[in-house]
């Protein structure tokens, strides 16, 4: 929707926030409403389980069993919903134990991000640098920014900080979510794709021209098939950093 096309003194992103925020209710004259915004908002979420990259106001009105002009009533367009259903989406997200030490609850919200990617995939195709302006998402931008200002670091320092572990937590679920992904579209797992080009080691692959491959190689560095693993690995030297520019562990 532009802005020509709101009401006098309203702009797209004035209309978005209104959505997330207050949302008009049913109206009590005229004709019944046979949908709820919360049910359109679920079937975007339903369609893009399925497919992110098929999400349109027509397969989400396809999914009702609606026209697709009558979307429009309840949200602007294609990507207004998508906001929502992020913000949404967010809603699932626990938050920590005040109490605890604040490495532990910045630990915790790391991973109820990673929960939260593995049960709705289709959050990859978000932006973490234009997030929704909505409730949820800024509940939990609130508290991780709180858990963070424990450490006693500066505000820039700290608003770096817990953007680090967001998007730390964000790269490698999309690096998961991506493959597995493409397994399913493919048939091709990520054995499969590496043995069907196994002739390359012996072909192209030599040991003056990688030397520390085939040293880490030989010395089993390459073994670990642990997803979970690998991205806790990472999370533990982000923390590890924000806690030594703090001085040490923070209080509380």
Do not use: C
């Not at 196994?198 to 085939?214: C, H, K, N, V």
């Not at 073994?223 to 040490?248: K, M, Q, S």
Request: charged residues 25%; negative net charge.
């Amino acid at each position: 929707m532009t802005d020509d096309q709101l009401p006098a003194g309203t702009t797209a992103g004035q209309a978005m926030i209104e959505l997330l925020w207050d949302p008009p209710p049913a109206p009590r004259r005229g004709p019944r409403q046979r949908l709820t915004l919360d049910q359109v908002v679920d079937a975007g979420m339903a369609v893009a389980a399925r497919s992110v990259d098929e999400l349109s106001m027509r397969k989400v009105a396809q999914e009702l069993g609606v026209g697709t002009m009558s979307l429009y009533t309840y949200v602007p367009g294609r990507d207004e919903l998508f906001e929502l259903m992020v913000d949404r989406a967010w809603r699932m997200r626990e938050l920590p134990d005040r109490e605890l030490p604040w490495r532990v609850q910045a630990a915790f919200h790391a991973h109820e991000a990673w929960r939260m990617y593995r049960a709705h995939p289709w959050l990859i195709s978000s932006n973490l640098w234009r997030m929704p302006l909505g409730p949820h998402v800024l509940d939990v931008q609130e508290d991780l920014y709180r858990v963070v200002l424990l450490t006693g670091l500066d505000a820039v320092t700290v608003v770096r900080a817990a953007g680090l572990i967001e998007s730390h937590v964000f790269g490698a679920a999309r690096a998961e979510i991506t493959d597995t992904s493409v397994a399913a579209r493919t048939g091709v797992t990520q054995d499969d794709y590496y043995a069907a080009r196994a002739g390359f080691w012996g072909t192209y692959f030599s040991e003056q021209r990688f030397p520390s491959m085939l040293r880490l190689w030989n010395a089993g560095g390459f073994d670990a098939d642990n997803p979970d693993g690998d991205w806790e690995f990472g999370l533990e030297l982000v923390l590890d950093g924000i806690e030594r520019l703090a001085g040490g562990p923070g209080p509380g």
